[in-house]
């Protein structure tokens, strides 16, 4: 079986621009959710989307926002890019949303906002 | 979201059993544990997760305390490639995974 795939590795952006990052969740997993991980800290959590609908959310402004495909796969969206928002952010697919079920984890896509 | 406490760090050497500890006193009845490690430049890795009984997988062991409010993870016999920042988290029902800063693990050849 697959694992969790992320694209793009890296990505440099300017402030004020908009950034997409896609994920393509292990196969048989109907629930997503993004981290984002600034340098020395854990993951912070985003959101996570269950079978196409977002399932609950961190403390995060609305300008990060995402979406569920059919397939599963998914995308997060930062608008009005911050130098802040610089990190590395990883997305996590699971079987289902109960806590008896581990995520697995994809190595990331490293933003860099200049 | 339930809180859980770590060691910042902890050391081992090489091809010896570590055990490390988590507290988490305020755990609920249905929060389940887990534990996640993070490997230099990756992404976390799923460990092992348990309930109220010890679980063993063939990455480690997950000992649980009576009252549930600490547990232990335990790697039988530490290698380099365990080097890593160890997560112990608290999951409830659909919530997610809420990770706090973890234990840094050096294993010394």
């Known amino acids: 079986e697959t694992g969790v795939t992320q694209s793009p590795t890296h990505l440099i952006k300017t402030r004020g621009q908009q950034v997409t990052l896609r994920c393509s969740s292990q196969?048989?997993?109907?629930?997503v959710s993004w981290y984002q991980q600034a340098l020395g800290q854990g993951p912070q959590f985003i959101f996570q989307?269950?079978?196409?609908?977002?399932?609950g959310r961190g403390n995060f402004p609305p300008r990060f926002s995402g979406l569920q495909f059919p397939n599963y796969s998914s995308e997060l969206n930062v608008n009005a890019l911050e130098l802040d928002d610089s990190a590395l952010y990883l997305c996590?697919?699971?079987?289902?949303?109960?806590?008896?079920?581990?995520?697995?984890f994809g190595s990331g896509t490293r933003l860099t906002v200049v | 979201d339930a809180k859980t406490t770590q060691p910042n760090s902890m050391e081992s050497n090489e091809e010896e059993p570590v055990h490390l500890p988590c507290n988490h006193s305020?755990?609920?009845?249905?929060?389940?544990i887990h534990w996640y490690r993070q490997l230099p430049s990756q992404g976390p890795e799923y460990v092992i997760h348990?309930?109220?009984s010890n679980v063993n997988n063939r990455m480690a062991s997950l000992a649980i305390a009576e009252d549930r409010k600490s547990s232990t993870l335990i790697l039988h016999r530490a290698t380099l490639r365990d080097a890593a920042v160890y997560y112990c988290?608290?999951?409830?029902?659909?919530?997610?995974?809420?990770f706090g800063t973890g234990t840094r693990l050096t294993v010394i050849p």
């Open positions: 996590a697919s699971s079987f289902e949303t109960g806590s008896n079920y581990g995520y697995t």
């Open positions: 196969s048989g997993h109907n629930t």
């Open positions: 989307y269950y079978r196409e609908e977002e399932n």
């Open positions: 305020t755990i609920s009845g249905t929060d389940y």
């Open positions: 348990g309930l109220t």
């Open positions: 988290i608290l999951k409830t029902g659909a919530n997610n995974l809420f």
